[in-house]
């Protein structure tokens, strides 16, 4: 098995500010890895910085085995869409969603990528699986759905691109617990295959159990969990 | 769209400004000094003595003011008395657009209105007076008096969208009104539309004056009209109105509503000023040349004077007189290209646009930006402090000799540890009571210093025969704890047990 | 006066304006920057076409195909300089304008420069006479500049509705960071659309030198049209900008026709700004979800 991401001494941050330093973290496929942490430790910051958003960052990072990462000290996002073309798909915590365009559309622009526009059909059918909900609202502006409905649209774009990588920034902010729960459970749905699944989360009660592994984030640095498969969990807690 | 106001003169957290020395006392009495009418004093000086040498030390914290005196010397003398006739005809203009970009920048900078019709005013104010003196036969001095009225107008005709578009709307609308202006002009009959302009108007050169005469006359009206230009902006921007407007800058203005000010109002109010005084400029125009062109209200003209205010640096007034002094002498030194000079210009100001933020006198902000950026992305990926203070989390402690002992501390640590080896600790064990190598003695010492608090000691459980090793507490009354279950049958073993430990803990930290 | 004729000027109208105006409205809403050099991309593909029809072939879809390909080679010279080297800088939108405005400087005194201030005129591509429609006659010209724009604009539409690029753009139009999440460029859609918009304008240009000559500064009274038809149909909207571009066609045929054509843009002027001044944000500013 191939490792799908590979970060090694990634630090990252915005102007005079480092948010991330010396992260270390591997995921294999077929994980789905939860990334538990309160606000402002550096959750969003680590998914942004793997998509290349962040103001600056350095250190490798390897998707499949091609390296993303590297040193660069502006232009956050001028990467970002060859990044996603190689196989990432991050579902933001704004969701950054087009107000004007239908939820058709969104999923349209999730299969955005060359191959995944050539089997948008079939991709379709397999995320409204999913998210059976959709199917009703999909010629509604998105502007006009409630919360819940918006983050499902997030997450419905993000998985319509085939990614190999998927990075789910915090499924359940600003839900309502019951609802919540039920996106968790849609993410859990989710046949991931040769892929995997990061996902960012404040509360430790939603993932608990159903991810392979749990990792702590804690003031810009990797805690309380294994950073790889290979290392066993007390080594790491040691180390730090 | 910002535009960057006058900064005061501040200091920069960790770089010290570099301000030159004046030798001697007296800077105090220049306290006393006001402009007139205001509680500006003309210069802040610092009197202070030098740390060193304890010599009496001035210091000129803005040198703004002194720049500016020695620039209007020059230019008061200097282009009547070495140029010939076209280069004063040159520096006629350069002062006449001078005032007209210093007065636009009242209407961009300091009400933060991205108008773009401000030649079009002038324009409004010149065809107007010429209208009066050419079909009323009005004198100069009644065009003068009378241009600032059509200015006003014109300023609450164009003011009346202002007050609901923002931005780029407003911006677009007044390119419209322009060329609206434009293509009336050259329509109308009475206007001149046969001859290309209105001209026959009075003039205040009196007639049959020597040509050299009359255009050192016509430099100096314009050299008092960029003076009265910088006065307006002074007091405008200075003052109330121009504080007002600063507490609200753009996508702030909310918080400066909630303080109670009608940011609306002195908006419109600075907005109405400025257009009556581009109206006054066109009056001047009008009675300099004769008459009035529709070349006012081109796009090109326009974009010659966004260029000036381009290069020089949007929002300050000596941006806007360096831009126009840089454009004119352009347009002065290279007349016989033709068009290419307008080439020029047009690259002058993309290249600005293109790399500079705020044009020439951003230049250095924009440096320190780029420095301090630098040197930041620097600091935060120095993710290991080793235990250092950074900067920013130097200010939240009272004591500062802390952080510099701190950092000592963590420097000799490092220094330190490079000298630990095997052989060392090996040395320290066989050499007790002798004499020690240098790096064994700077470690040593290093050991000794340290405060009482958790400091190792040697317990003897029984003289010669059992030693342990404990940790003093530090505190008074309460005894040592024991550190661990080893136990040493001599005092020189106990020693160097508490050495390793020592290493240990230097190792660690 | 005559309705029919009426009619048929402001569709005639409208059809030009709406190229200029869409082209602005969609500039500024993918890309955030006003596109002032829209005027010199107008007055380049006079050029272009003009160079096509003295020196290649005088056949019409040859001269609108040579006026088209250069508005779109400028189109794209323009986003080069205007918008990839300044879009992530500081105080974007402002630089932009002023880029846009200088490269309309610059660009304006070079046409001046290599072409000089005599004014050129294209061939008739439609060639003359009228054609009888019912009760309305209409000249070869303005029928074919209906048809031409009409064209150009329902395929751009249908392009932008139901095309991957058309959905890259209109992804962009509402948000650009979700838009990169899904592995759109910015660059690349940036040119495109530059590109299109250029296209329009150069296929507005041919149109326009129907009737007008070609000159170094032809663009600037096209540019202001398109501007105000922008701003009153609202600033990144297409349905506005259309309604609008139909709206100021009609004040400018019936100002023509009642009071005189010097009178036309002073009349559109009070029209835009009553219009502005109840809804700030355009006409259509407030139905569609546009930029902030």
Request: glycine share 12%.
């Amino acid at each position: 098995m191939t490792d799908v991401l590979r970060i090694e001494n990634l630090s990252a941050g915005y102007g005079p500010l480092g948010v991330l330093h010396n992260i270390n973290l591997t995921v294999r496929a077929g994980e789905r890895i939860g990334i538990i942490g309160l606000n402002g430790h550096g959750k969003s910051t680590l998914m942004k910085a793997i998509a290349g958003l962040t103001g600056w960052q350095n250190g490798s990072i390897k998707l499949n085995g091609i390296e993303i990462g590297g040193t660069r000290s502006q232009g956050p996002g001028r990467y970002t869409h060859k990044i996603v073309r190689m196989g990432l798909a991050l579902m933001p915590q704004g969701d950054a969603l087009f107000h004007g365009l239908t939820v058709a559309d969104h999923l349209d622009s999730g299969a955005y990528t060359k191959r995944a526009w050539r089997e948008r059909k079939q991709r379709r059918e397999y995320v409204l699986g999913i998210f059976p909900p959709l199917q009703k609202l999909l010629g509604q502006p998105v502007g006009k759905l409630s919360g819940g409905e918006r983050r499902m649209v997030s997450l419905a774009r993000g998985l319509m691109a085939d990614a190999k990588l998927l990075l789910v920034d915090e499924p359940s902010l600003g839900l309502a617990p019951k609802i919540s729960k039920g996106v968790v459970e849609a993410l859990m749905k989710i046949d991931i295959r040769d892929g995997a699944m990061v996902i960012a989360e404040q509360n430790l009660s939603l993932l608990e159990g159903k991810v392979t592994r749990l990792i702590g984030l804690h003031a810009g640095k990797l805690k309380g969990g294994s950073v790889s498969p290979d290392v066993p969990l007390h080594e790491t807690a040691h180390h730090h | 769209m910002t535009a960057p106001t006058e900064s005061t003169p501040q200091a920069i957290v960790g770089r010290r400004r570099i301000v030159p020395a004046l030798r001697g006392h007296g800077g105090a009495s220049w306290h006393r000094w006001r402009y007139p009418l205001t509680r500006r004093t003309p210069l802040l000086i610092e009197t202070d003595y030098n740390r060193t040498t304890l010599a009496a030390e001035r210091r000129i914290l803005n040198p703004r003011p002194v720049l500016w005196t020695v620039a209007l010397l020059i230019l008061s003398f200097a282009p009547p008395l070495f140029g010939d006739n076209s280069f004063v005809a040159a520096s006629t203009n350069f002062a006449m657009y001078s005032a007209i970009n210093v007065i636009w920048m009242l209407t961009i900078g300091t009400a933060g209105i991205f108008s773009l019709a401000s030649l079009a005013t002038v324009g409004v104010g010149a065809f107007g007076t010429a209208y009066l003196s050419v079909y009323f036969g009005f004198p100069f001095w009644a065009m003068w008096l009378v241009g600032p009225l059509f200015g006003l107008v014109f300023g609450i005709f164009i003011a009346v969208p202002a007050i609901r578009l923002e931005g780029f709307y407003y911006a677009l609308l007044t390119v419209g009104i322009a060329e609206l202006c434009r293509v009336y002009v050259i329509q109308s009959k009475t206007l001149g539309a046969a001859a290309y302009g209105l001209f026959g108007a009075d003039g205040f050169v009196p007639k049959g004056m020597p040509e050299h005469e009359g255009l050192v006359i016509g430099y100096y009206a314009a050299f008092v009209l960029l003076l009265l230009a910088l006065t307006l902006y002074r007091a405008i921007n200075g003052q109330r109105l121009g504080r007002l407007l600063r507490a609200a800058p753009e996508k702030h203005e909310a918080f400066a509503e909630a303080l109670g000010i009608n940011y609306r109002l002195a908006r419109i109010q600075v907005f109405l000023i400025s257009s009556a005084a581009l109206g006054g400029v066109g009056g001047f125009y009008a009675t300099l040349l004769h008459g009035a062109s529709p070349s006012l209200f081109t796009m090109d003209q326009l974009l010659l004077l966004l260029a000036m205010i381009v290069i020089g640096g949007i929002g300050t007034t000596e941006g806007a007189v360096l831009g126009t002094l840089i454009v004119t002498l352009f347009d002065k030194v290279f007349i016989d290209l033709g068009p290419v000079r307008l080439i020029l210009i047009a690259g002058i100001m993309l290249i600005t646009v293109l790399f500079l933020r705020g044009g020439i006198f951003g230049i250095p902000d924009q440096f320190a930006a780029w420095r301090a950026k630098r040197q930041s992305e620097r600091r935060g990926l120095q993710s290991g402090k080793g235990g250092e203070i950074m900067p920013e989390d130097a200010i939240e402690i009272a004591d500062k000799q802390s952080i510099a002992v701190r950092r000592f501390d963590a420097r000799l640590k490092e220094e330190l540890r490079g000298l630990i080896s095997d052989a060392l600790i090996e040395e320290h064990r066989t050499t007790h009571g002798k004499r020690r190598s240098d790096p064994l003695e700077r470690v040593l010492t290093f050991f000794r210093r340290q405060a009482v608090a958790d400091k190792y000691a040697i317990l003897a459980v029984k003289a010669f025969a059992e030693y342990r090793i404990v940790a003093l507490s530090g505190r008074r009354g309460v005894p040592p704890r024991v550190v661990d279950d080893q136990v040493f049958a001599t005092p020189e073993d106990a020693l160097h047990g508490v050495f390793v430990k020592r290493v240990q803990d230097l190792m660690e930290s | 006066m005559d309705p029919y004729y009426l009619a048929l000027t402001t569709v005639t109208l409208a059809a030009i304006y709406g190229l200029l105006a869409l082209g602005i409205s969609i500039i500024w809403s993918s890309l955030g920057m006003i596109n002032l050099a829209q005027g010199f991309t107008f007055a380049v593909s006079g050029y272009g076409a003009w160079l096509v029809a003295q020196y290649l072939s005088n056949n019409g879809v040859a001269v609108v195909a040579g006026g088209v390909l250069t508005g779109a080679l400028t189109g794209a010279l323009i986003g080069g300089i205007a918008f990839i080297p300044l879009y992530d800088k500081p105080n974007f939108p402002l630089r932009s304008l002023i880029a846009t405005l200088g490269i309309s400087l610059f660009g304006g005194q070079c046409l001046l420069w290599i072409f000089g201030p005599r004014v050129k005129a294209l061939p008739k591509i439609f060639g003359y006479g009228n054609i009888h429609i019912g009760p309305a006659v209409a000249s070869y010209d303005k029928i074919g500049s209906i048809v031409c724009s009409a064209i150009l604009l329902l395929l751009t539409l249908g392009w932008m509705k139901s095309s991957r690029r058309g959905l890259e753009i209109r992804a962009m139009m509402q948000n650009p960071e979700g838009a990169a999440l899904v592995g759109v460029g910015l660059r690349s859609t940036a040119m495109a659309v530059m590109m299109v918009t250029g296209a329009m304008a150069g296929l507005a240009s041919v149109l326009l030198s129907q009737t007008y000559f070609i000159s170094p500064f032809a663009g600037v009274t096209p540019l202001v049209k398109g501007m105000v038809v922008a701003l009153a149909g609202g600033l990144g909207s297409v349905a506005g900008a259309l309604i609008a571009a139909v709206l100021i066609g009609f004040i400018e045929a019936i100002t023509a026709v009642s009071l005189g054509g010097q009178y036309v843009l002073i009349t559109q002027f009070l029209f835009i700004i009553a219009i502005l001044l109840v809804r700030p944000r355009g006409i259509a500013g407030m139905i569609e979800h546009t930029r902030e």
